[in-house]
Nanobody, 120 residues
Framework: QVQLVESGGGLVQAGGSLRLSCAASIRTNWAMGWFRQAPGKEREFVVAINYNGGTTNYADSVKGRFTISRDNARNTVYLQMNSLKPEDTAVYYC???????????????WGQGTQVTVSS
């Protein structure tokens, strides 16, 4: 099973940017996804990317503001988050699965999460 480690979270003002990284322990051709979970809420899908980066799927709430990319040579997936809003505040998790999926139950490998806090 692939191990995933997220980094790059932090505190930023509304309108600011952050870039999250997710490093995988092994080279994988799996799809990768980002999810987030705010206090008292269910984990929600943010974005996913297929194994070669040719296909992406974004939640409507982040379209035009977030960009996912991957560097398979570095076994790393990135999430560039621009124009951040207070409602983006959550713990962000990356996940891996052989096939592109948009629901948490479909992902078998998860990172430990990284906190993103957007102040107003």
């Amino acid at each position: 099973q692939v191990q995933l480690v997220e980094s790059g979270g932090g505190l930023v003002q509304a309108g600011g940017s952050l870039r999250l990284s997710c490093a995988a322990s092994i080279r994988t051709n799996w799809a990768m996804g980002w999810f987030r979970q705010a206090p008292g809420k269910e984990r929600e899908f943010v974005v996913a990317i297929n194994y070669n980066g040719g296909t992406t799927n974004y939640a409507d709430s982040v379209k035009g503001r977030f960009t996912i990319s991957r560097d398979n040579a570095r076994n790393t997936v990135y999430l560039q988050m621009n124009s951040l809003k207070p409602e983006d505040t959550a713990v962000y998790y990356c996940a891996a699965e052989p096939y592109l999926a948009t629901t948490a139950k479909d992902y078998r490998s998860w990172g430990q999460g990284t906190q993103v806090t957007v102040s107003s």
